[in-house]
């Protein structure tokens, strides 16, 4: 069991000690345009891929239906969201109409 605690300790060290190294020397060092253009775009992709699997995968299987709610609930908040341009209502529109399709048994 002290192996087991010893070794999440060390990951979770090495863990910290990467990202904090990359936070802290990213002052010191001068990135090229370029790279600090794209970094723009990591967390638009990393949310993307999270959200879009959980919208689209039905047990394993991409679901473009209209019988998926999770779907529908989507593109109604990214209407929200283009209308609006508030995030707040955005999550909150597109959490009200999942929970009410999901009610309705859609």
Same mark, same amino acid.
């Given at each position: ?9 060390? =990951? ?5 000690? +990467? ?8 002052? +010191? ?7 600090? #253009? ?12 999270? $959200? ?12 473009? $239906?209209? #019988? ?18 508030? =995030? ?10 999942? +929970?009410?399709? #999901?009610?309705?048994?859609?």
């Amino acid at each position: 069991m002290l192996n087991l605690w010893l070794t999440l300790i060390v =990951i979770g060290l090495i863990t910290f000690a +990467y990202r904090f190294s990359l936070i802290f020397f990213l002052e +010191y060092i001068q990135l090229p345009g370029w790279l600090r #253009q794209s970094l723009r775009f990591v967390p638009i992709a990393a949310l993307t891929a999270i $959200t879009v699997p959980e919208v689209l995968v039905r047990s394993g299987a991409l679901t473009l $239906t209209w #019988q998926n709610e999770r779907l529908l609930a989507a593109l109604v908040a990214a209407v929200v969201a283009w209308r609006t341009k508030n =995030i707040f209502l955005t999550i909150a529109l597109g959490m009200v109409s999942l +929970y009410a399709l #999901q009610r309705i048994g859609w």
